[in-house]
């Protein structure tokens, strides 16, 4: 393999729809399509390579959707890197961070499409261009996020029948606490004391209504607590923090390295949910779980409902760090109706299993594909 061959000849970018199985509802959105924007790095020696930026119900989940992400790419972030040196990641990203602030799904889906196809043009894991793995395979949480109490036991008991699930992750803060509470309290019955629970509040609460309410969660054994508070109030976060016996995961709150170091200071949060759509690339990714690390926080892999693709990309650096203390609730492919890839990550006996083979060990479903690009932009 030349340097020229790695040169890179073009970056294109679509928006894919994809349908969920069911509806997936947020403190603050719902979704029953999931919103991908589908990076296609293609180098000179003709070798294709795949990145993928997901998003949560248009500019809700966090400020980037898939007609922002995609302009970003096309206008401002592809063109600063034609012709450059794909395997020149620390070089490529610096000129992404000099093109755009922030934008980090958009800058993110680039690098990993960049990853993917230098290392299928050398013959290696995406995963040994990152250093190296250190573990093949992950404890997988599902999450529950229909709101119904019925349903949500249910496809619980399912996921832990058919032995791909038995760690859970509760999507609350839609209703008052006391009506998530109920619901709450029926999944623990059903389910047992063995089952984990963890639940995700996406901002839902003030101070006054975490202390309120938190003892509640906490008899009800649940073991880690995601984003109760708005993601700006660090302080807060910091008080509730100090009172309660659930551990509190940081996520909306942190993305850069710099907020981390800030939470990590006002004791915001004993837990880091770590995604690409927040780091702005695998690298990043790297350095962020070290300073949350350094910091003295827990490593939680985190999604934001990615495909194969996405999912593949978080696997390979989640795989790499020494320490990943909570596994990973990369559980995006099964919650999507089609998954946009026929060889991925796989799931069997409680775990997600990296995906094998140079790159990120994918290959797309193109036919899917076509189907679910939106066409006309
Ligand atoms: C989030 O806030 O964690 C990840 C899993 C899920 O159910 O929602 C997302 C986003
Ligand atoms: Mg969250």
């Not at 999450?143 to 038995?166: F, N, P, V």
């Not at 949060?269 to 690298?283: D, N, Q, T």
Request: charged share 20%; proline share 3%.
């Amino acid at each position: 393999v030349s340097w020229r061959d790695l040169a890179i000849r073009s970056i294109a970018s679509s928006i894919i729809d994809a349908p969920t199985v069911r509806r997936h509802k947020l403190s603050n959105t719902e979704i029953s399509n999931q919103n991908y924007v589908l990076v296609r790095v293609m180098l000179e020696n003709g070798v294709e390579g795949y990145g993928e930026a997901a998003t949560l119900g248009g500019p809700r989940w966090a400020e980037e959707s898939v007609e922002s992400i995609k302009s970003a790419i096309d206008v401002y972030l592809a063109p600063v890197l034609i012709g450059r040196h794909a395997a020149s990641f620390e070089e490529n990203a610096l000129r992404l961070s000099k093109a755009a602030s922030r934008n980090n799904a958009a800058k993110a889906a680039i690098e990993a499409a960049m990853f993917d196809a230098v290392g299928k043009s050398l013959g290696l894991p995406v995963t040994t261009l990152l250093g190296g793995a250190v573990r093949s395979s992950f404890s997988i949480i599902w999450a529950l996020a229909s709101g119904d109490a019925g349903q949500e036991i249910e496809e619980a008991q399912a996921k832990i029948e058919r032995r791909e699930h038995r760690r859970f992750k509760i999507k609350i803060g839609f209703a008052e606490p006391s009506v998530d509470i109920q619901r709450l309290r029926k999944i623990r019955t059903a389910l047992g004391s063995d089952v984990e629970i963890i639940v995700d509040v996406n901002q839902g609460w003030s101070e006054a209504t975490a202390m309120r309410w938190m003892p509640a969660f906490a008899d009800l054994g649940v073991s880690l607590i995601e984003q109760p508070l708005p993601a700006a109030q660090i302080e807060q976060l910091g008080r509730i923090a100090a009172r309660t016996s659930i551990p509190i995961m940081v996520d909306e709150a942190v993305f850069t390295s710099a907020e981390i170091i800030r939470a990590g200071q006002a004791g915001s949060g004993s837990v880091i949910s770590l995604k690409l759509v927040k780091s702005g690339g695998l690298l990043e990714l790297k350095r962020a779980a070290a300073v949350a690390g350094a910091v003295g926080m827990e490593l939680y892999g985190g999604c934001l409902l990615e495909s194969g693709i996405g999912a593949a990309a978080h696997l390979a650096v989640f795989s790499t760090l020494p320490k990943l203390e909570w596994g990973t609730e990369q559980f995006g492919p099964k919650i999507l109706a089609n998954d946009l890839v026929l060889e991925g990550p796989t799931f069997r006996d409680f775990e997600v299993h990296l995906a094998q083979g140079p790159g990120l060990g994918i290959v797309l479903d193109e036919e899917r594909i076509k189907h679910m690009t939106r066409t006309g932009n």
